[in-house]
């Protein structure tokens, strides 16, 4: 069998593989070996102890196989030592140096589905090792969940040799902004048991010179300083500093004929609540880029976008392909539904989205049609916004927000925009979604008001778009009498809804995923676990309060409440019926009729399919959680069975303060109980079509 072998080229590789913290990151810029260093490591762990079983893991797994993976089994581990390679399990068993005990390395990626708050793919399974390959794309939920992960005991050896085993959990990762956890955990907050190791590419001697150059040549501005030099630095001032009107911007005339490009591409955002904005490019000999038209529309459905592509499409009579708003699929689809469009999720990625734009523009790679006047005006006005919470790009006039006081529903209750942070969770038409980030966006905005039939008042800027039944988005100036708008109790006494926010709850609370929510035995019989019920009431209890506040606003209402409590109290058999008229979307079909056939019914099969467990008896624990909800049930069916419409809107004197949010893969959210929504074509684009092989643009290959 092979030697395995292994010898550090510099002093920093080799305090990475010697250092036995508990917590470990290797940070540094592109070209520095840091995958590999941590590969090597966690083959290090397991053939010094026999029988170790370790965990390589990434923010997504489809991001494993061809980078982290490929690294492991083509330059670190021999193939000869590899026993067994199981890649749908994701496991990959080999030799150690006691030829009779085999060790384990797992891996997968941290993927969630979108009903979730943390991946459940680990489940329970314990480690004696972790690494973490780019931390930087980790959620500090993630990171913790990982360090609970962190316990294995090798079975062929005593609690005291097991005492003495190292167990570590370490990254290997780009730098990021000095606002990130990853940051604060290690340079903010040291401890005995934590350790940062920093490193760059020209400390790597295997690096080609030839490599080095391009690196220098290719990145700029905020990139340069953290993927070349590997510094942990926040970005700051105008985004695109190199960006000239003489020099990029130009007249229709010099374009080629849309036939005569070498290759065409499109990139599209969803935009809410700004107009729906979209780009189409040809691609020149050489790689550079002509943006040939700007598409930007108030109020566009995606069917307006795609009467615009389409007209591209018969002029090239080709296939014309593109990039969209990863966070609208829906739109997606409807756009490879017609005919010559093909289109795919958009790479998001916001920094290196920008360099990618920054880098063209520093070297003369893009040209942009003079007519393009709203993509000239957003590329002057971006601007980095310093923020806790890390980096985030901002237009000047981006400004769609709420006063302070504005209630936004969360899992917590309804909490002021101005106390939002971004481990809180709100209520989406797609469920309770991450906050990704709260803003202060002006302190001296004109404001409005916006006066509801039930009473409520919602104090906003004037372009703020509001749901308006029938119609879309709209902003809130342009609201008129007798609107109707969409209430948060519609969505939040729908069961998924309730179920799903006491599970997450749960994770919050403990860190762990779904799958790690055991199932007790109690009074009668399999019943959900302890902390599930608590969390599920909780959320219950925080939605009958949020109910019953807007209830009282309105005396209409109010006046039939008591009456239709005392008519539906302690009839379990009435639920369903109310459920149905809360949730629309079970009125029609078999959905409907299942609902008509019991909440237990739905209550076993959300469950089981949550809790993957077919012989759960939770009858008694759906019927004890729901027994006591009538009066918010009723309460709840009232008012969406009158739904809340605009009365008016008046102007106020002066000037306010006004926050925004900005939610994960979502662009809404319920301020004072009322749906409201919270432009990045060109980003979309040019970070997209990089990873497209075969043609070059500049000195990076992108195009197919």
Known sequence: MKQIKFAPCNDKQKRFLESTKRYLMYSGAVGAGKSFMGCWKGLMLNLMYPGNKGLICRKEARSLQGSTIKTLLEK???????????????????????????????????????????????????????????????????????????????????????????????????????????????????????????????????LPTEYIRSLEESLTGIARERLLFGKWVQAEGVIYKTFSMEKHIVKDNVFLPIKDYQAVYFGADSNFPLPRAAVIAGIREGGKIDILEEFYQPNAHVEDLIVWLTSWQKKREWTIYGYHDPSDPTAIDKINNAYGLSCEKADNSVIPGISEVSRLFDQ???RINETCLNLTRELQSYRWKIKKEG???????????????????????????????????????????????????????????????????????????????????????????????????????????????????????????????????????????????????????????????????????????????????????????????????????????KEMNGILNIGKEALRKRFKKENMNVNNAVKSLFRGLLKGLNSAMLTANNPPYVLGVRKLKNKETVYNLYIEDCHEYFANGILVSNCDALRYLCNSIKNVPSVQVGSARIFN
């Open 76 to 206: 670190v581990l021999p193939e000869e030592w590899v026993i067994n390679y199981n890649v749908q399990k994701g496991e990959i068993t080999h030799h150690s140096t006691n030829q009779e005990i085999p060790s384990t390395i797992t891996f997968c990626g941290l993927d969630k589905r979108a009903d979730q708050t943390y991946p459940t793919k680990i489940g329970s399974t314990e480690y004696g090792w972790i690494f973490i390959d780019e931390g930087t794309e980790l959620e500090e939920g993630d990171w913790h969940m990982l360090s609970t992960r962190l316990r294995y005991l090798i079975p062929n050896l005593t609690d005291k040799e097991n005492a003495v085993v190292p167990r570590q959990m370490f990254t290997a990762t780009n730098p990021d902004a000095p606002t990130h956890f990853l940051y604060k955990f290690f340079f903010q907050s040291p401890s005995q048991d934590r350790e940062v190791i920093l490193t760059n590419p020209y400390e790597n001697p295997y």
């Open 391 to 593: 980096d985030s790009p901002r237009k000047l006039n981006d400004h769609l927000c709420f006063v302070g006081d504005t209630l936004i529903l969360t899992l917590d209750g309804e909490k002021k925009i101005k106390d939002i942070t971004p481990r809180d969770y709100v209520l989406t038409r797609k469920g309770w979604k991450k906050v990704d980030l709260q803003e202060k966006t002006n302190q001296e905005a004109e404001i409005i008001c916006l006066m509801l039939s039930d009473g409520r008042e919602i104090f906003c800027t004037p372009n703020h778009p509001f749901w308006v039944e029938g119609k879309g988005w709209i902003p809130c100036n342009s609201l008129r009498y007798l609107y109707i708008l969409v209430d948060s109790l519609r969505y939040l006494w729908q069961t998924k809804t309730l179920m799903e926010g006491a599970i997450i709850k749960a994770q919050m609370d403990t860190g762990e995923g779904v799958e790690d929510l055991d199932i007790s035995i109690g009074t009668y019989g399999n019943l959900l676990t302890e902390r599930f019920q608590k969390n599920i009431t909780s959320i219950i209890s925080m939605a009958t309060k949020t109910t019953m506040r807007l209830q009282i606003l309105n005396a209409s209402h109010l006046k039939n409440t008591k009456q239709n409590t005392l008519k539906h109290k302690n009839k379990l058999k009435r639920i369903p019926n109310i459920l149905i008229e809360l949730d629309h979307s079970l009125k029609n079909g078999t959905q409907a009729k």
């Open 364 to 366: 003369g790679l893009i």
